[in-house]
Structures are given as structure tokens and as C-alpha cells.
Nanobody, 123 residues
Framework: QVQLVESGGGLVQAGGSLRLSCAAS????????MGWFRQAPGKVREFVAA????????SSVDSMKGRFTISRDNAKNTVYLQMNSLNPEDTAVYYC????????????????WGQGTQVTVSS
């Protein structure tokens, strides 16, 4: 069992930045690949970024590259999502998730999910 708690969401104006954190507990953090997803009301859950167990490999959506950066600190059992140049289209609940094995863009591959943190970007 893995427990995940997201934090760092909030209200920000367009062009601003936020840094999301996800603290993990329950099992060995370094054994898991980590992912960030987001979901707006009435829309499907969308992949944002993923990172390998060691942090050496990452993936992200093309439209977010250059704005969103995923990283992890295994010593602190924490994964981060740095979000810059935010726009109203980024408004959603952001979730972190974990899976065994290699990183993935598919939500069904992930075994455990946090409760999410709301990000709202105003124009």
C-alpha cells in the first residue's frame, strides 16, 4: 500500500507559476515510477508528466514541454511538478500516482493515486 498526498495547488493569474508536491509513504518510494495527471470537470484524466524510479528519465506532453517540469527527491519521498507560464487551460485537479516498473503515460498502469490538488488559473 502506498499513500500519496498532493499539495501546492491554488489560484494563480495567467503567466504565473506553481510548484506542486506529492509526498509518498507506505512502501519504498524509490521502487516506483511516478506520474502527474490532471482532470478538469467533464473531461477525462489527462497525462501530464512521468519520471523513472531514479529520476534519470522523464516524459511529458509536447504542449507542456518548456513549461512543466517533473522531478523527484527519493531521500524525501517526494515528487514535484514545477509549472510555469500557466494559462486558464491548465485549470484542473492535479493528481500524482505511482506504479511499479517503468514510467508510463497510461492512467490504467498506475496502482495508487493521491486525492488531488486544485489548480485554478485566472485570465
Amino acid at each position: 500500500q502506498v499513500q500519496l498526498v498532493e499539495s501546492g495547488g491554488g489560484l494563480v493569474q495567467a503567466g504565473g507559476s506553481l510548484r506542486l508536491s506529492c509526498a509518498a509513504s507506505g512502501r519504498t518510494f524509490s521502487s516506483y515510477a511516478m506520474g502527474w495527471f490532471r482532470q478538469a470537470p467533464g473531461k477525462v484524466r489527462e497525462f501530464v508528466a512521468a519520471i523513472s524510479r531514479s529520476g534519470g528519465s522523464t516524459s511529458s506532453v509536447d504542449s507542456m514541454k518548456g513549461r512543466f517540469t517533473i522531478s523527484r527527491d527519493n531521500a524525501k519521498n517526494t515528487v514535484y511538478l514545477q509549472m510555469n507560464s500557466l494559462n486558464p487551460e491548465d485549470t484542473a485537479v492535479y493528481y500524482c500516482a505511482v506504479k511499479t516498473g517503468v514510467r508510463s503515460r497510461e492512467p490504467l498502469d498506475y496502482e495508487y493515486w493521491g486525492q488531488g490538488t486544485q489548480v485554478t488559473v485566472s485570465s
